[in-house]
């Protein structure tokens, strides 16, 4: 009896071994068809849908040639159309346009930060088929990994490029030895009046981290006692300072100065350590989509296979990525990152912005 009831007990024992042996390689393999789950059900959409239809806020010619890279890579999708939209009365107008019952076309969407509370609390977001924090796992090997900090822990969006905040000077007017290393040369008397400064809080990522929020908000009221000048645009901003109008512009997108470089201006630029980081085209899903599916493999190919073509023609390639321009001058140091939290307070952030630069209409 005994020795029966050894080999019952030894039984038991190599069954639930077995069963402990199967189970993560059971995991692992519905992980990995999920995203095979994903493809499908495009691949169901595409068939009845003749388009894919992507709202961003970039030109078309930055957009379209990315979007033909992930039409090869998946030539189920049909020719995708896309639309440009980066003014905050355009999505104020598409809110109420959806609510007479008119909807845009638009499947997937990035919207500007002005912009997004009023439509996610207007609903016009939904969740993605699948959940991005199991698809990531389940992606293929030469996809690479995606920074946990790019996904909604809400699971609404995907972020698929950074916008890197960083100082630009003219190479011609500023001295040697007076060339910047970090924001804090904003505060330099000898640039007095002289520097620009954009009226959007384009580094509120400073603004949201609790390292840096505090030094960023005397940061903020230095540049006021230092005469700053504000502008709204990027490229006019570094039109003047090429032109030697202004020396610096402080805050400037790392992708537009090197754009400019590109074309022979004459300007230099510095990564600040810390240094401003938010997550553009932040994809999510408009609750009319009639291709969610073809829409978040969209995001999801766009923030991780398809960052060489990202790299390539918008220069917004993520900083912790060896294959970006930004990787040797972000290497080493703090990067202070807008996401999903600091997107929700964005009015807050707004508004208090707007009181320390003194905009017009900012409460004193």
Sequence with gaps: MKQTGNIELL???????????????SAVAAEKNLFNQLV????????????????????????????????????????????????????????????????????????????WTELRDAGMFVKPPFSYQQLVKALPSDWGALDSRAIDPNGYFVAASSLIRIVAYNKNIVPANKVPKGLEDCLDPAWRGKFLYNTRPLMVALQHDKKTREAHLKWLRGIVENKVVLISGQTEGLEKVASGEYALYCGVNYNTTLRMIEEGAPIGFVFPDPYALDFGQRIHIFKWSAAPATGQLFALWMATKGQPAVEQ????????????????????KYVAVCESSCAAKMDQYLAEHAKIIQLPGGKS
Aim: charged share 25%; net charge positive.
């Design 11 to 25: 039984t038991t024992i190599v069954g639930l071994l077995c069963a402990a042996m199967i189970y993560p390689s």
């Design 40 to 115: 499908e059900r495009s691949q169901t959409e595409m068939a009845k849908k003749a388009k894919l239809s992507v709202l961003l806020d970039l030109p078309a010619k930055e957009i379209t040639p990315i979007l033909k890279v992930f039409q090869k890579e998946f030539p189920f999708v049909k020719e995708p159309s896309y639309t440009r939209m980066n003014r905050t009365e355009e999505f104020q107008r598409m809110i109420l346009e959806a609510k007479a019952g008119r909807p845009p076309e638009y499947d997937i969407g990035h919207v500007q930060f002005e912009a």
């Design 313 to 332: 023609y918008l220069a917004r390639g993520f900083p912790w990525n060896p294959q970006t321009s930004a990787y040797r001058h972000a290497k080493g």
